[in-house]
């Protein structure tokens, strides 16, 4: 940030004609403003799914896990599948935040808040399912290595889901700190101009006192430097984390080495997907289509272009292992991925994930907003199958044909899964309307260096930016009629009033109406209004034609009923 | 209560008009009460430091504080022995020896008692007792709540004394009409209830004594009357045999009685380079026939000729030259019987006395060393003609009193509404019955019965061997034996009891001791050895006679399942749940077909989306009677023929669930389980099975069930057949058993136990299924729920088919499909079974591996493994994430889905109070969350080791059991400490036939299979 240089042919990141105000009032605007009926409907289907989740949970709770579909062959299904589709998700916003970060690519800036948001929603749902998938969900603290009354009796080490235990509640506490630390600035933002001292109180505790010295910013940039370098190996490690639950195992379809990084460019996958999702209604709904553009959706497509593909190597180099292993057992696995009862899943899962992003590879495709956001909604609907595919296929004709089955869900699983999605947008939606969904004071800093009127300026020979606001401003307020219009309305102004004759009358200390400075009534005096009695007489017209007069203060006069006020005091006096 | 004592407070009480006492009635209390100095100092009260809110805080402290105080867990009481019988121990486990006689099955026992209750049945092994999946069962019928609890008349309750003064009058009644009394028992083992019934008819006179098996042996009692003059079976010891030829008869089944399994899994055993070769004829795929070395299916009505056929040849020398497949196998077999001579035998389950006739003839033809026609059973003992001429006579009055005991026949009867017209022309009708039945309820009096094991009695189930029955409990109910009741009746003033001991000292026990032979539960007597007594008997006649016997298009062969038998025990959730050893479905009768006359019929079988198996429904009809049933598609069922288990379909005295099935006996007309004329149609709908294994073939997998055949087992090398796969190490071929990522722990140290399974000995008959759900508290989980694959068992017999015409074929196939398409269509076309499979049985419980995959993924390290080679559960420490099942191979761990034991919507024995009577103490009873899984009884072997220290020896060798172990008296499963050279196991692990189920995937099992050889030598 040391140059406001930036090579032009990059395409700005903040379209149109910003000033640091206007960014400051359009992160500020879902905020401050009231929510419409669109968000109030969205958040009501939310809030029911959420409800028959909750309900679902209660029912599985109370009653045993046998509600749902699982069988003694298929012991997971559909709640692991939720679960790491879910954490998948959750991987694009730390990417996005850190990694992005760490690579200075300045595009994050206007994504990076949401992403973040979403990558800490989407854990909340994702660390639900471990939790809840236990047959005793009373004694969930066993997984975690407390001390306890059976003396020396500790937690399994060798088992991958107790490193899952660590490794999602890593991830979901160092996100959180890093997206709090980020918020910081911004929540003081919205502190500083919150009217209500309810909101300023609350804003106040979020914004942990942040007073925007140099000394804060220093901080905040060191923090940020450091949490970032903190969740970038999360990133990776996560996922690859997840995955050992399913590649240290023995059964063929699991065991497979290729897991970890197949597992984390899944993950980026589906993550990119998801904030495209989101996005792409957010920058509509909240007007920030100035800050997300087209740009943002295109890289990011990019992403799931390149990810997409990684992720079709991998199954296609899964198949080519299961056939050069000459191992029967996991030749017959994959054969019975693609070809057994379950083959729906699996042309499902191939046709979303590896043919759908291959559409992005046409520039007129991938800045389409409509056609990105179906393929974000497809790749999504695809790594859930990916996952599905992984976990039943394998499981439901491994190694005894004795004991193959089939699973199918109970709207007991439906309801959960459809509850985590309620939760989400619960939660999302709670979040857009309460919190700064744009890392303004980050966007600010590429205000000069990639915001669009700067590059106009700067393309059309500008050397030095400054001088660009000022013109823009002289263009804004032109004094000259100002001055022309002013001469004539005061003079219908008076007229009604009626004009102060100093010889006759004596003038009032206008200072005595509330709401009247010293300065308004020097303003007042140069109009021509001296006495309670003028502005006794004001009416509606006059107090429109002294608003057009006055440079601020505008509908003072009206609210504090400066009329009223005069006519008390013209009676005392 | 009231009183009216006057109580007196002073002596001025007695003047009435006394003021003082006047005054002291007007006012409660003596003294003024001071209240004024309380509440009358209203500025003391202001200026008090105890404001009105402090007053209202401590009233709801104390009676929070109270009310808490009260809250206290319920106590249950248990109330130890004041003077403690000498044989209760608690904690400590009894055995008795008795005798199960309950007219189908027929074993002598033990019984494990704990704290004056039975639990588990065992086999007597010093009597050479076996027990089937029924008579390990047995057990819980004692516990079953819906039981006859007392005398009844009418339906109403009657005391005992009431009944018998009614029943004694009408049977004077009776003996004045000059009317003749019917006792109608089901076959009855025991010689002093015989003599009960001779008394009955000397103080009643015209006492008829009429034996009625519910399924009927009657043809095969007839012919041996007739050919050997006593009206017996015959018994078979198959260890003899070297050619078994079977048409029809599924004697590891219930044929004759069953309880041939044994001798027959010695002679399949090789042994020095032998074991028999098993020919088996037959219509239906039965437990049997799936064990043959080569099967044929033949219609029911082909099997006679068959018979002829192998008559002709192997008696009378005559080969037939027709050319057809069946005469090939025919005289095949012949020539394979006279090549082993007297080693080889022939059975038939035919029910016509002309085919057991001439499979009689062909056994003494050949002087077949396997038939003992000396020390014959009597096991079955039941009379058609006998039974048909009674229903007959009391249809026409002649009959005045029909007393029934242990026989439900107005449910097996096929011409129940017969019977139940004439039991309503006779004066007087008892039913002596355990259970508030069919019969029970259509007689006048329906006197309860108590359990066997409640019961005093005896049983001669094989002559010269007299077994004793002893109470192992005093009876639950006001129930009264049968035994008893004729005592009452006749007037004697003794006990069964003591009669049976009389009866015993006087005529069993030449001098020995009672004590002794109650001991033993069997006191056997020398046979002298006597020429079997032959009479002539025109075998030829009865051939052409067989001859006769017309088939049809479609013929249906009636038979009777390894889990409900007869019927009598339906009310059995664990006979319920047990799946049927072939179909492996459970819950259930169904009518087989093959698929050939399925796909001629538009009958279909498919699994929907949980995978559970839907089937069509035909309507049957034979003989004018209908019912639609289910079909289940089965392989090896002859085309043209059809299979309908008996002993479903029974309403009275049973749980809701336990309903199941349709009754098949309403087609068992004139006792014979063949029945041709059968019309099918196709009807709508759809029937839901609950089948626990939906999956039939092996898909090429040979390493799964290792397979060879005797000829190379005798002359190639182990490796050979007993292939061990291959990794690489350092670019070196080794055996993947030999490579281990881990270090392992000494395990020579101590115990360490290994549990054999003989794939060749196995016959798949499901005994050691019942023992472990009775030795382990496996909770019944019902028939949805068994469509949800979620069956708890945790030993189970996997059943699978062949694709080919044997194993061998399917991996030849699997080999050859060559490339992508190739390997698709052989894999998808091995999914299918062949029209006539071979068949593999394969028990499956936990391996024990000591590199456990399930050990290593538990997050709260609630599996581990024990010193003793055992991988433990602990179920209070497991948390259920089910990882530990989804990575186990073997597919052996079964998670508590629902909390089974204290459930209504699992109205099995668990949620019954009686029921539950027959859970194991020494084991958990698993709530609802946690997985759980075969432990390798470790309470057993615990118990042993602390039984060995106690007692200051080592542990005898062979000393371990498992429950399973224990239950398999065929050989199949050892148990024992490997570490203990003498132990038998130890050398069984290291037989040249040894292999561990998936070796490759290096878990390193405690369990050792042993591959089945199969006899292919044709002559």
Redesign the interface.
Known sequence: MSSHYEAPIRRPLIVGDKSYHDITVEVAAPVEGKANKLWWTAFTIALLAFLWGIGSIIYTIG????VW?????V??AWDITNFVWWVGIGHAGTLISAVLLLFRQKWRMGINRSAEAMTIFSVVQAGLF?VI?????W??H??LPIPNQFGT????F?????WD?FAISTYLSVSLVFWWTGLLPDFAMLRDRAVRPFQKKIYSLLSFGWTGRAKDWQRFEEVSLVLAGLATPLVLSVHTIVSF?FA????PGWHTTIFPPYFVAGAVFSGFAMVNTLLIIMRKVSNLEAYITKQHIELMNIVIMITGSIVGCAYITELFIA?YSG???E??AF??RA?GPYWWAYLLMMSCNVFSPQFMWSKRLRQSITFSFIISIVVNIGMWFERFVIIVTS??????????????PTFVDIGIYVGTIGFFFVLFLLYARTFPVIAQAEVKSILKSSGEAYKLFRDAGGKNPAPAKKITKTVKTTPKVVVEDASEQKNTLLGTLGVFDAATQTADDLKLISGVGPKLEKTLNTIGIYSFNQVSKMTEKEYDLLDSLLDSFKGRAKRDDWAGQAKKLKNNG | MASNKKYWKSVEELDTKSSIVDTLKQNEFVEEIPTDEFLGNKENLETSSTTRRDFLKYVGFTTAAASLAACEGPVVKSIPYVIKPDDIIPGVAEYYATTMANGFDFANILVKVREGRPIKIEPNKDANGSTNARVQASVLSLYDSLRLKGPKANGLEISWADADSQIISKLNEVKEAGLPIAVLTGTCASPSTKKLINNLGETFGNVNHVVYDAVSESAALDAFEALYGTRALPDYNLEKAAVIVSIGADFLGDWQGGGFDAGYSKSRVPANGKMSRHIQFESNMTLTGANADKRFMVKPSEQNLALIKLYQAVVKGIASREATPLNDAVQKAAAQIKAAGSKAVVVTGIQDKNAQLLALAINQAINSEVIDVVTTRNVRKGNDAAVAQLIADMNAGKIGAVIINNSNPVYSLPNSNEFVEGLKKVTLSVACSMQDNETANAVQYALATPHYLESWGDAVIKKGQYSLMQPTIKPLFNTRQFQDTLLTWTGSTSTYYDFLKESWNTEVLEGKSWNQALHDGVFTVDIQEEEAFISEVNIDAAGSELAKVKGSDFELSLYTKTGLGDGQMANNPWLQELPDPITRTSWDNYLTMSKADAEALGVINHNVANGALNGSLVEMSVNGISEVLPVLIQPGQAKGSLGLALGYGRKQGLKSEMQTGKNAYQFYKEFNNHQPDVTLKLVEGEHEFACVQLHNTLMGRGDIIKETTIDDYNNVDSKEWNVVPVVSLDHNEVEATSVDLWEAFDRSVGHHFNLSIDLNACTGCGACVVACHAENNVPVVGKEEIRKSRDMHWLRIDRYYSHEEDFAGDNELKDNGTGVIGYKDTMAALEDPSENPSVAFQPVMCQHCNHAPCETVCPVAATSHGRQGQNQMAYNRCVGTRYCANNCPYKVRRFNWFNYPNNSEFDYNMNDDLGKMVLNPDVTVRSRGVMEKCSMCIQMTQATILKAKKEGRPVNTNEFETACSNACTNGAMVFGDVNKHEDTVASLAKDKRAYHLLEHVGTKPNVVYHVKVRNTQEA
């Open positions: 009653t045993g896990i046998g579909g699982l069988n003694k062959t012991g997971w471990p998938h236990m047959g005793r969900v004694n969930a066993f997984v009796l500790w937690t399994n060798n088992s991958p889901l107790l235990v639950d240290t195992s023995v059964i056939w191992v029967e057992y030749q017959y054969l019975n070809t499981l439901h004709r491994d190694y005894l044909p004795s004991s193959w089955t089939m699973f199918s």
